[in-house]
């Protein structure tokens, strides 16, 4: 049937029984669920009936996945994590046990490794270790191969908090101990039916779904096939799940039917499920417990604008009675139908998180914004031009867009609110990079999913940690060095060296492996390392007496762009912290974003294109650590990391040429290894010349900002204090426009570059296969 609707039944006569473990803390009633579809009404000539504002709140992701293993596969795994956590200490912030404390030094982390080891003695079968295996890590750690479900339970101490097991689809939900965080319902197709039908449940709910359909729409087969089909059969972030207030799908729909039918999923609506159970007895009595309704449409329009994209869908949730969410529950009322709690045991390490973006490549950004400010109400927010971002030959642009929801005012509901939504929306101006490519490997899709954590450096010494004890979990995107600060001539000559003793620094720093060419300082160096160093005669006795301010300098090379950004406000350790973990750090006004990226996930192959994890952390000026703010903040303080944006997009084409460095060398292709080389010397060089830019553009969009802010409350005042304002707006566009131009400028210079390198090697004839593999991604 078209779009899997159910066939022959009409749209509220389908009443299906399904025996679910949630509902047995009500004994003797039987659950029974209605499905029926709801109408829509259009006002007159195409209008909307409704109008009103809707509320949305982020609700779950529904992946599709190659496969997945045995639940009991996975609470083994969870088991054998919690027995390694018992033999660490009580954790009186998360109320559990944990194996590592913060700050945990590498001899307890080596300790680890080998006290799983005896816990645990078989390999995961997420942490493939081959010896010369393309895109390994130091510790023999593949990213390309996962499987999910182990590496959120294995990398976050996640766990399986529900199963859904079906005729021809099985999905597990997986969250963190905090359900009102981020869920993931993991969907994968069952094996032929001859090979399971002895599964939980299999056999009834075929009957019951009329020889062969799922009792539930969202679990149907046909929903994979499809978006497999338009993915180029790879696996993916398929729906991207919002909770709605009272009646609002039916809001949504009309509008969907007003503004974009093409888009919708089924042309039957909105699907109800609903929770009664009858009691027979002198008289039959049936009781209404809930329901929740769900609308899928496509998130996208195909080429040419015409028919829905076949991929990506936008589900729309709204729950009432039991299907309401329930303190103290991993599975909330379900978060879908179908889902069964299995109730999991935490450790003290697994980390909350909480959506804070959904980011999606596309073909028509425009086109899609319009479809969301039409149907949803959403609107723009943020928006990064073709001049912001470019990495070498690739260029971009993206929108950040959303709805408005209510201030808060605490540190921790800003962490835990899940009622602002934004999605940022990228599409390509060049055949080259990153969007580029997934969307000719993989169509229009969701690029990654971005969550908030409260203490990302703590989270990603976890992971990091975790990933070494055990083989398993996350790795992340390499952020170069240069990115958190050099060590310059100069810098040295600022704090009072002659220009000779600043040359003879830098070289016998690099004599003794301490510094790179281009001054990239070793992060573990030390002061006794500084003051021991082989100074040539000439510049000694100027060494003696400066001894102490050249050691402040090359200690603090290691993270001076940090310090630059955020000052005193952090002690040298937690400098550290940030640049040994890789993480980006961005400012907005008086606002701070700390950003992480995980390599590809969902990832068959190393060289293909898939999506990736974001993990940020948002510190919001006017909260204090005791919770409370100053006053009520909106979501998102701290922007989305104009700086981090480039870098990011800088990041994973130096990510690819890295592959392709990996590449060349296996099969023994000095030229095409060169080639690559050149790459990353080429776009690490672009990072470092367009971070002072873009520092600028940040400054003056603060600024811009705040005076339209402060403008915007004295809307009724003809004070000269409005016309200054004016002027401070004013001048900060200016500004803006200015270092915008500057940065597109940087950006098309390196990509003429880009090109000539390009061109060089092409003529050259060598290296095409390396070329091939390695520029679909790392």
Request: net charge negative; aromatic share 8%.
């Amino acid at each position: 049937p078209p779009h899997c609707g159910v066939s022959g039944i009409s749209k509220s006569s389908l009443v299906v029984a399904v025996r679910s473990s949630r509902f047995d803390l009500i004994p003797f009633l039987n659950p029974l669920f209605s499905l029926s579809m709801a109408s829509v009404e259009v006002g007159e000539a195409g209008g909307l009936s409704d109008e009103a504002t809707l509320h949305f709140q982020f609700h779950h992701i529904q992946a599709y996945v190659d496969s997945m293993k045995p639940l009991e596969h996975y609470k083994k795994i969870g088991d054998h994590l919690n027995q390694l956590a018992r033999q660490g200490h009580y954790d009186p912030f998360s109320g559990g046990m944990r194996y590592l404390e913060p700050n945990a030094h590498h001899t307890r982390v080596q300790q680890g490794r080998r006290v799983w080891e005896s816990i645990h003695p078989v390999p995961l079968s997420s942490a493939p270790i081959t010896p010369g295996k393309e895109g390994k890590d130091k510790l023999g750690y593949v990213a390309a191969g996962q499987d999910f479900v182990e590496q959120l339970i294995v990398g976050l101490g996640w766990r399986v908090t529900a199963e859904y097991v079906g005729v021809r689809t099985r999905s597990l939900l997986v969250t963190s101990s905090d359900a009102r965080g981020v869920k993931f319902v993991v969907t994968s197709l069952s094996p032929p039916r001859e090979q399971c039908s002895a599964a939980k449940g299999s056999q009834a709910q075929e009957e019951e779904a009329g020889g062969g359909y799922e009792c539930y729409d969202h679990f149907d087969s046909c929903h994979v096939n499809r978006f497999l089909a338009s993915h180029d059969g790879r696996q993916g972030f398929a729906v991207l799940g919002f909770e709605v207030g009272e009646g609002e799908c039916d809001k949504i729909l009309a509008r969907y039917m007003a503004k974009s039918p093409e888009l919708l999923v089924s042309q039957e609506g909105v699907k109800t499920y609903r929770d009664s159970r009858v009691i027979e007895g002198k008289r039959r009595v049936e009781i209404d417990l809930g329901s929740m309704k769900v609308l899928d449409v496509f998130a996208y329009h195909s080429e040419g604008g015409k028919t829905g994209d076949n991929g990506t869908v936008l589900r729309f949730v709204e729950r009432k009675g039991s299907f309401e969410g329930r303190p103290g529950f991993a599975n909330p009322g379900g978060v879908l139908p179908g889902l069964c709690d299995v109730n999991p045991t935490f450790d003290g390490t697994s980390i909350p998180a909480y959506s804070d973006h959904w980011v999606s490549n596309v073909l028509d950004r425009e086109g899609f914004l319009t479809t969301l400010e039409q149907t949803l109400g959403f609107a723009p927010k943020v928006d990064f031009n073709a001049g912001v971002i470019a990495a070498g030959d690739a260029i971009i642009e993206s929108t950040v867009i959303g709805n408005t929801a209510a201030k808060v005012s605490s540190r921790k509901e800003a962490l835990s609110n899940q009622a602002q939504v934004y999605l940022p929306v990228n599409n390509a101006l060049s055949s080259h990079g990153h969007v580029a490519s997934f969307i000719r490997e993989l169509g229009q899709g969701v690029q990654h999913i971005a969550s908030r954590v409260d203490d990302l450096v703590s989270f990603v010494e976890r992971v990091n940690n975790y990933r070494t004890m055990t083989g398993g979990g996350f790795a992340f995107l390499d952020i170069p060095r240069s990115y958190y600060g050099l060590l310059s001539q100069e810098a040295l000559v600022r704090h009072g060296c002659s220009s000779q003793l600043a040359r003879d620094v830098l070289e016998a720093l690099q004599q003794e492996g301490l510094s790179t060419s281009c001054g990239v300082i070793d992060i573990d160096i030390t002061p006794q390392q500084i003051r021991s160093l082989p100074i040539a005669e000439a510049s000694r006795p100027e060494f003696g007496e400066k001894t102490g301010v050249v050691a402040q300098v090359v200690l603090e090379s290691r993270y001076v762009n940090l310090k630059g950004l955020l000052g005193e406000s952090l002690s040298p350790d937690r400098y550290l912290q940030i640049v040994r973990n890789r993480i980006l750090v961005d400012i907005q006004g008086r606002d701070i974003l700390y950003q992480i990226f995980t390599c590809k996930i969902l990832q068959r192959r190393p060289g293909e294109e898939a999506p990736f994890l974001e993990f940020i952390q948002r510190v919001c000026s006017g909260c204090d650590q005791d919770e409370a703010c100053s006053e009520p903040i909106k979501a998102g303080c701290g922007g989305f990391g104009i700086r981090n944006f480039l870098t990011l997009f800088l990041s994973i084409e130096i990510s690819k040429a890295m592959t392709q460095i990996q590449t060349a060398s296996d099969i023994g292709d000095t030229h095409a290894e060169r080639h690559a080389r050149d790459k990353v010397w080429l776009l690490t060089q672009q990072m470092d010349r367009s971070n002072p830019i873009l520092n600028e553009i940040s400054e003056a969009m603060d600024q811009e900002g705040s005076a339209t802010e402060r403008l915007l409350s004295l809307a009724m005042d003809p004070s000269n204090q409005r016309c200054l304002l004016e002027q401070d707006a004013e001048c900060a566009r200016e500004k803006k426009k200015d270092s915008t131009r500057r940065l597109q400028e940087l950006s098309e210079r390196y990509a003429r570059q880009m090109e000539e390198l390009e061109a060089r090697y092409s003529l050259s004839g060598l290296g095409k296969q390396v070329q091939m593999v390695g520029s679909q991604g790392a």
